[in-house]
């Protein structure tokens, strides 16, 4: 158990493993912070066809502790052009992490998945499944294109909040990105 879980559940710690007081940090709830091992703002890419599921994401990681830019772009399609730096996007930042829906227009995120695993250049970012679907064989397939990951989307608004902040707790803020 952490500190913090045995402090709150008022539990004691013992004082050979308590830290010190002055160790502690506390943060403001506003303080904006760099994500682990990245200076500045992280770019995240979201591939999202729903506007208001967008709209949502965006508001929890601009109400997040981290220092955020997400960039959305609505299609498979763009997403590989954005990825890969071609026509509109060729000045588009590289990003640390992706969401991606599976059911996108004119390329679904299953091709966009299998490509980019496939391209060395963009092989190593992570690429998170988050989507409506909850088929057994829509996670599989995902997993089968290493996605890193895969989320249900869930319906309840509170529920949804809570699913995009621990991808920002775990993904920006404990799990090391790759650099390049």
């Known amino acids: 158990m952490g500190f913090r879980v045995l402090q709150e559940a008022r539990m004691a710690i013992p004082q050979e493993i308590a830290p010190p007081h002055d160790a502690a940090k506390e943060y403001p709830a506003r303080a904006r912070l760099s ?7 992280v770019e995240i890419l979201l591939v999202e066809d729903n506007p208001a599921d967008a709209r ?8 997040g502790r981290l220092s955020t830019h997400l960039n959305v ?7 590989v052009a954005f990825l890969r730096r071609e026509g509109i996007y060729s000045e588009a930042p590289r990003p640390k992490l992706i969401l991606l829906d599976l059911n996108l227009p004119r390329k679904d995120g299953r091709e966009v998945l299998e490509e980019l695993k496939a391209d060395a250049a ?6 998170i499944v988050l989507t409506t679907s909850a088929a057994e064989s829509d996670i599989l397939h995902s997993y089968d294109l290493h996605a890193n990951c895969f989320i249900t989307k869930p319906l309840d608004l509170d529920e949804y909040f809570s699913v995009v902040r621990s991808i920002e707790d775990f993904w920006l803020s404990t799990a090391r990105l790759p650099s390049g």
């Open 35 to 41: 994500a682990n091992g990245i200076d500045g703002t």
């Open 56 to 63: 949502l994401t965006r508001e929890v990681f601009e109400g």
């Open 73 to 79: 772009v609505p299609d498979g399609e763009q997403a």
């Open 122 to 127: 963009l092989s190593r970012i992570p690429v």
